[in-house]
């Protein structure tokens, strides 16, 4: 679903501009959707609201917990081949993740489609804030997981633009997540955060730490194993990225 500036365009952010990513940021339906969204869930909880203690506690846990779902997620889902084994799940596994890996300068793939970031959002925000605080403290939370989404957005966008952030802690997400993507994608789940990386024992700060990972590219869904999963490749429509050759740590 594409319409206005969006409309019959790609994207790539290896040959854009940071002015040319916020203009597209700015302009894609998904991100307008959540900003759209959003104010609605903080009218709903405001309307609702006896206090502002509860709302204000749901919307604060989702913050702080938004780290560690986002590495689970990354870790245990995207990465997961379990997804990639079912004709039912093939699809949503390459829309999700198999491409952005396969060209991670694509921002259409970049950004999360509707249907793959809103069950989640909602799944995980709304009963959390129900527990806090009641349907005004899960409105607040929804909000929330709303707009801590669209910033995860953002940064994983600058993470793949060719432009050095001013903030030390861009620089620092930016060059690990590069790292992922383009070393070993066994480490470095974190976008927004690599506290839960560093908790786990899946961090790395220096290539040379780690081996260069020959599945970094396919995610293990190697021609071996498109052989006995087809389904994956059925929905390809283009050639698939030639996997790195493995080579010592630091190479």
């Known amino acids: 679903m594409k319409f206005g500036v969006w409309s019959g365009r790609k994207y ?3 040959k854009m501009s940071l002015g040319e990513l916020v203009k597209a940021y700015f302009t894609y339906y998904a ?3 959540y900003f759209a969204l959003a104010a609605a869930a903080i009218a709903v909880s405001v309307a609702l609201a006896e206090t502002a203690m509860a709302p204000l506690l749901s919307a604060v846990a989702v913050v702080l917990l938004y780290p560690l779902v986002e590495y689970l997620l990354h870790r245990f889902v995207l990465h997961a081949r379990f997804l990639y084994k079912s004709p039912l799940t093939a699809k949503l596994w390459k829309r999700i993740h198999f491409d952005h890996h396969q060209n991670p300068n694509d921002l259409s793939v970049l950004f999360g489609a509707l249907h793959t ?10 009963p959390l804030g129900w527990a806090i605080g009641g349907p005004a403290a ?15 957005e953002f940064c994983h966008c600058v993470q793949h633009l060719p432009f ?13 997540h590069v790292a992922h993507h383009f070393h070993n994608e ?13 908790a786990f024992g899946t961090y790395y700060a220096h290539a040379k730490q780690v081996q260069r990972s020959p599945t970094v590219y396919n995610l293990g869904y190697t021609l071996d194993e498109a052989a006995r999963y087809p389904w994956v490749e059925d929905f390809t429509d283009a050639p698939r990225r030639p996997d790195p050759v493995s080579a010592p740590a630091g190479e």
């Open 164 to 176: 050095k952030p001013r903030s030390a802690w861009l620089q620092r997400i930016k060059k690990s």
């Open 12 to 14: 790539f952010l290896d």
């Open 117 to 126: 970031t809103l069950p989640p959002i909602a799944i995980i925000t709304l």
């Open 31 to 33: 991100i307008l959707v």
């Open 138 to 152: 899960a409105a607040a939370a929804f909000a929330a997981g709303l707009l801590v989404f669209a910033f995860y």
């Open 186 to 198: 066994q480490g470095n789940f974190g976008i927004t955060s690599f506290v839960w990386d560093r």
